[in-house]
């Protein structure tokens, strides 16, 4: 059985990074999905509501942007998979990893406790990587419209923290949120 892992929000100069682990089992309806960012809101949505219902197992993970800063992006991405495996280990009937094989999104593995492998674009390849790249978009934008309600002046509802021009205008204007990436560089925006 394959644990397909992936994350999102390693290019943002705001928040957490968010992992997700997915099994699939062999009747799941794997056309709908894709890799995240082909899907439009809705798709993916829709596909995120399909992959917590279905799916054998799942599990999320996060890393803050405090460590981000402290370990760097490349090590918080594998820190967050990790907790996405042991998450969704935990929430497995079957506790056993016998079987289990992780195929990652990427370059590199985390350290986990079955054998791995990083394919890069797994996430267009791989229908478990898929769902994982799905419910880790999701989880993220998710948790990013809430840090909105938080901080309303930078407008994450919008960008997600992504270095867009409204983003890194408004850390010009108010200076770095307290979910900022201190160790990504944010550029004074261009005038048109």
């Not at 999320?60 to 490349?74: F, K, P, Q, R, T």
């Not at 506790?95 to 985390?110: F, T």
């Not at 999701?138 to 409204?166: C, L, V």
Request: proline share 7%.
């Amino acid at each position: 059985m394959l644990v397909g892992l992936d994350e999102a929000g390693r290019g943002p100069l705001a928040g957490p990074v968010c992992a997700a682990a997915v099994i699939l089992g062999p009747d799941f309806p794997v056309a709908i999905l894709d890799d995240s960012k082909k899907l439009s809101a809705q798709k993916r949505d829709a596909a995120m509501t399909l992959i917590y219902g279905k799916a054998l197992a799942w599990g999320i993970g996060w890393a803050s942007a405090a460590e981000i800063d402290a370990h760097n992006i490349l090590k918080a991405s594998l820190l967050a998979m990790k907790r996405a495996y042991e998450d969704m280990a935990g929430r497995r009937t079957k506790n056993s990893a016998e079987g289990l094989e992780a195929v990652i999104d990427g370059l590199y593995v985390p350290e986990i406790p079955i054998p791995s492998r990083a394919v890069v674009r797994a996430d267009a390849k791989y229908p478990e990587v898929m769902a994982a790249s799905i419910l880790a978009k999701t989880a993220r934008d998710r948790m990013m419209a809430r840090y909105a309600w938080i901080y309303p002046e930078y407008g994450y509802e919008k960008h997600k923290g992504y270095p867009t021009r409204e983003h890194c205008a408004l850390v010009m204007r108010y200076g770095p949120s307290p979910i900022q990436r201190l160790s990504f560089t944010v550029k004074e925006p261009a005038a048109k």
